[in-house]
């Protein structure tokens, strides 16, 4: 039998587990989200993020086991998400998946939340060939990256401030909108008219791929106080943010692929999950004849399948590493495990 990996995903406010088998795929996943409850405070309360991953993580592994019908002595290999992220909610995953691997004698793997991201499109079907051009956009980084291989990661540009996510998140917060602001400036832009607001596109022509989201915040703020917030006002605003967000992402992705000659782009990350990115992405690189491949929407955002996955690629290449001491990283940079590889 294949080897089946257990993925446990818990560096900011979702509880996501997984089992992966090499050769047959997803086996089961299941996703515990604390939207609800951070949305009171307007963003993720670190304390109260790790007090629910330790109530939610046992039931969630019990649950994929038994959806999969895999008992815990099939499993081969448990991979953790090692960092970056919230330190406190790290270290639950990062202890449980620890605790369960040593009881079963099998390694445990610490995995790079942003790796896990960058090779969820290869669950999908069709999903790209190696090398290929990573858009990396979550709410903590945003990152053009090219992908030659498991590992083999080379960062073309990134954020000089904020991420996308931060700029959508920060933007709707201006708003008075819900957290996470993403996916509710997504909704309420739906109603909002075109050409109403123009907002910058920093370093939209740098030159380079590098890219610069803080301004925009700046620019909210100026327009929520100048105007009179009604609805149709939030709405018109909200679909500024997004309209400006997004032609910055698709024009620098599209640099990223004619820099290095690839055509393929791999779009990753919670703001991956934008239905208006997904179709400029798709028209303006289709018409150069490129192609883009997103994750499926469940492992856009924050999941256990990335994880149980890069984990299993993982375990793939370094079998017999049993070693239960264990450090969580909350900065982590991605080209730091390149070397490890
Ligand atoms: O990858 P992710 O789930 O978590 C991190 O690793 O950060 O990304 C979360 C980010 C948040 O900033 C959220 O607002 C954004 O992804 N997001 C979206 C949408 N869905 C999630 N942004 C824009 N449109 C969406 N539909
Ligand atoms: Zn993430």
Redesign the pocket.
């Known amino acids: 039998m294949s080897p089946i990996t257990l993925g446990i995903e818990s560096?900011?406010d979702?509880t996501g587990i997984a089992l992966y088998q090499m050769g047959r795929g997803l086996l089961s996943h299941a996703l515990y989200t604390q939207v609800a409850m951070h949305n009171e405070y307007g963003g993720v309360v670190p304390e109260l993020a790790s007090r629910d991953h330790v109530r939610r993580i046992t039931p969630l592994i019990r649950q994929v086991l038994r959806e999969a019908n895999v008992s815990s002595d099939q499993i081969s290999a448990v991979a953790y998400t090692q960092g970056p992220?919230l330190g406190g909610a790290l270290l639950v995953g990062a202890s449980v998946a620890n605790a369960f691997a040593f009881a079963l004698d099998i390694p445990s793997i610490g995995i790079h939340?942003l790796e896990g991201?960058l090779l969820s499109p290869l669950l999908s079907d069709p999903a790209p060939e190696f090398p290929f051009v990573a858009l990396l956009?979550?709410?903590?980084?945003t990152q053009l990256m090219r992908v030659d291989g498991v590992g083999q990661y080379t960062l073309l540009g990134e954020t000089l401030d904020d991420?996308?996510?931060?700029a959508?998140?920060k933007s709707?917060k201006l708003l008075g909108l819900g957290y996470?602001?993403?996916?509710e400036?997504?909704k309420l832009a739906s109603k909002g008219r075109s050409g109403i607001y123009k907002l910058p596109r920093p370093m939209l022509h740098s030159g380079d791929l590098e890219f610069s989201f803080s301004g925009l915040k700046t620019a909210v703020l100026t327009l929520v106080r100048q105007s009179n917030n009604d609805d149709q006002t939030k709405a018109d605003i909200s679909f500024a943010v997004?309209e400006a967000i997004i032609d910055v992402l698709a024009q620098k992705a599209l640099a990223a692929l004619v820099q290095t000659g690839l055509n393929q782009l791999v779009v990753a990350?919670?703001?991956g999950?934008?239905?208006l990115?997904r179709e400029k992405l798709s028209r303006d690189i289709g018409k150069r004849g490129g192609k883009v491949f997103y994750p499926d929407l469940e492992f856009?955002?924050?999941n256990g399948a990335m994880i149980a996955f890069a984990g299993a690629l993982r375990f793939a290449q370094q079998q017999d590493k049993k070693d239960y001491r264990f450090n969580v990283k909350p900065r982590w940079n991605l080209q730091e495990i390149v070397l490890q590889y």
């Open positions: 560096s900011c979702e992220g939340h991201h956009v979550s709410g903590g980084h991420a996308a996510g931060e959508f998140d709707a996470p602001g993403g996916p400036l997504a997004q990350g919670g703001v999950a934008n239905k990115l856009c955002t924050d």
